[in-house]
């Protein structure tokens, strides 16, 4: 936790906590980023309402960019963690979470919100291999940050 900042975790997750109160109240929709990106680019059958889906996602895109020209930053990484090992382990998360049937986000936050046991299940499940994932980096790799 040499990076780790209250502050900005507050605001980041009230943020996200946000975002997803405002998609679920304006378009009576769960929040998932897989699972809108996977329809606004066409990977499945649910293309309906796809303009709200890209407004979102360029939304996303958007504040990533107005931050990092704000406040460069907060986008430092460590040792060895360039910008194509970040974008593959983003693409790697989001292919993980569409081919289980679930999404970070959706679960994580959404899906916690109402109280479902299914949700809860999901998050567990994520955390756990995010948690494998950084012991096998850091101990059977010996990459450290």
Known sequence: MQNFTPGSALVG???IGLSASIYLL????IAGISGILASATKLDDAGDGRGEKVAFLAG???AGIALRLVAPSVFSTGPGMTLPWVVAAG?????????????????GVCGLSRL????LAAT???MATGALTV???????EVTP
């Open 124 to 126: 567990v499940t994520f």
């Open 26 to 29: 304006g378009l009576g929709r």
């Open 60 to 62: 996303l895109l958007a």
């Open 13 to 15: 997750g009230a943020l």
């Open 91 to 107: 693409l790697l998360v989001g292919y993980g979470t569409r081919l289980g049937g679930g999404c970070t986000s959706g679960h």
């Open 116 to 119: 479902s046991i299914r949700s």
């Open 135 to 141: 012991w096998v980096v850091r101990h059977v790799f």
